[in-house]
């Protein structure tokens, strides 16, 4: 297989008439979307040009720092995004920061220390990013876990602390089902590959004119850091985030939706 996909910016042009038909239907539909609806495709183009050219300049440039960099970049807009999502958890992009970098790093390092990966910034770069998306989505997923939880459950975790019990005893259930909510998603997609759907790396790499086997590789190793990366950072935001609901006196205290 050496056929390659190479799409023309007039072939381009035309799939836009894609974009056309979204158009059509909201207006059909009277559902309002058409400005919203411009203002992302253009936003989305715009942003992924300067992103190419970016990387094109980092991939030619091939230097270790500046392939670091970007790594820490990237982790530092993912924790950004997962801040975003804490609902007013105290101390959550920090938490979303330490979380990220840590999941991300062990992530890395296994891929690279067993030869998965080259420290090349073409391959570093990409996959850092994948995994920190991720990492992101679940640490957003164990805020939105932990603030529905303790709401609903302050009956029973004020009896558990005036029987004695310490935050950590009184918070254990809901901290499991924060880790358990953080991961799950990702299990719930890595079950459907193969037979409900094509991975979108997969698909890529076939695409561009990669070997079947030697995509399913690839995302057989996607699979496996994905998996890595969502469980470190879903573990690390739930035991760190947790203690935000209570005060230095072990009282419950429910942080303040922003």
């Not at 459950?153 to 809901?174: D, H, M």
């Not at 880790?179 to 695409?207: A, C, E, F, K, N």
């Amino acid at each position: 297989m050496n056929s390659q996909i190479n799409v023309s910016n007039w072939s381009l042009a035309l799939a836009f008439v894609l974009v056309v038909i979204s158009l059509g239907i909201s207006y059909r539909q009277k559902l309002g979307l058409e400005k919203d609806t411009i203002i992302s495709v253009a936003r989305a183009i715009i942003q992924l040009i300067i992103v190419g050219y970016l990387l094109k300049f980092i991939f030619n440039l091939d230097n270790w720092l500046v392939t670091i960099v970007m790594q820490l970049f990237i982790v530092y807009n993912a924790a950004r995004n997962g801040k975003k999502r804490s609902q007013g958890i105290p101390g959550a992009f920090y938490i979303s920061w330490w979380g990220l970098l840590l999941s991300t790093t062990v992530t890395m390092s296994i891929l690279v220390l067993t030869g998965v990966l080259k420290f090349e910034p073409y391959q570093m770069i990409p996959v850092t990013g994948m995994v920190a998306g991720n990492s992101m989505t679940a640490v957003g997923l164990v805020y939105r876990s932990l603030n529905q939880q303790f709401r609903d459950q302050q009956g029973q975790v004020f009896e558990r602390l005036a029987l004695g019990g310490s935050p950590k005893l009184a918070a254990n259930s809901i901290v499991h089902e924060a880790i358990r909510t953080g991961m799950q998603p990702t299990i719930d997609t890595v079950r459907t590959y193969g037979l409900v759907s094509l991975p979108g790396m997969m698909s890529g790499l076939i695409m561009a004119g990669v070997d079947p086997i030697h995509a399913i590789k690839y995302q057989i190793m996607v699979v496996f850091m994905l998996l890595s990366a969502t469980g470190i950072s879903s573990v690390f935001a739930s035991f760190m985030a947790y203690r935000k609901f209570f005060n230095e006196r072990w009282q419950l205290q429910l942080p303040v939706k922003k």
